[in-house]
């Protein structure tokens, strides 16, 4: 789970756009959570970004080094560490590591509801967060953060998404993490940007 500042919970405690000819390649192939509508909808906003992207970004992330929604959805499988900026209340950034998931078009994470993230994005939305995993691959989303209750049983996927991660490793974890009290976010994107090195 993220938890913002706090570690991570470890076992014991309690309880390429449709036509290119040089598509990077995908991966991974596990499941996906997006219809068909989102991955539409995660096109137009793939395509809007890229429209909009200033001449140096243009210059760097080329037409062939972007991913397309569906390329980007069985890349992003599983627990995928983010790098999550949120504003101070004198308006200074502050970065840091979480554990995010992708799930029906947008990257969702969690933290507790006495954070320092979660107590800025209750009072300023505003969030912008990079998956980074190697020079080959970055995912970068600028936008607002949805906060919802992980455990409010009408929205389960982040939940399960969690417990499929850890519980493998850490079989406390569903007892810890129903004894905590968990926020989930989600970025509701108003610019998301791509970068695969072609393979």
């Given at each position: 789970m993220a938890v913002g500042p706090l570690p991570r919970p470890v076992p014991g405690p309690p309880g390429a756009l449709a036509g290119r000819s040089r598509r990077p390649r995908v991966w991974c192939t596990g499941r996906v959570h997006e219809t068909p509508e989102e991955l539409v909808a995660l096109q137009a906003l793939l395509d809007a970004s890229a429209a909009r992207a200033g001449a140096h970004l243009a210059e760097v992330i080329t037409p062939d080094r972007r991913l397309d929604a569906e390329a980007l959805c069985s890349r992003l499988q599983g627990m995928c560490l983010l790098?999550?900026?949120?504003?101070?209340?004198?308006?200074?950034?502050?970065?840091?590591?979480?554990?995010?998931?992708?799930?029906?078009?947008?990257?969702?994470?969690?933290?507790?509801?006495?954070?320092?993230?979660?107590?800025?994005?209750?009072?300023?939305?505003?969030?912008?967060?990079?998956?980074?995993?190697?020079?080959?691959?970055?995912?970068?989303?600028?936008?607002?953060?949805?906060?919802?209750?992980?455990?409010?049983?009408?929205?389960?996927?982040?939940?399960?998404?969690?417990?499929?991660?850890?519980?493998p490793s850490q079989p406390g974890f569903a007892d810890w993490l129903e004894a905590t009290d968990p926020v989930g976010a989600r970025i509701e994107a108003d610019a998301l940007f791509t970068f695969a090195l072609p393979r």
């Open positions: 790098v999550v900026a949120t504003v101070t209340a004198d308006g200074r950034p502050l970065a840091g590591p979480v554990d995010g998931y992708w799930l029906h078009g947008a990257f969702h994470f969690s933290s507790s509801r006495r954070s320092v993230r979660m107590r800025h994005l209750a009072q300023r939305p505003a969030i912008s967060a990079s998956h980074l995993p190697g020079e080959a691959l970055a995912v970068t989303v600028h936008g607002r953060a949805e906060l919802f209750d992980v455990l409010d049983p009408g929205r389960p996927e982040l939940k399960e998404a969690m417990l499929e991660a850890y519980l």
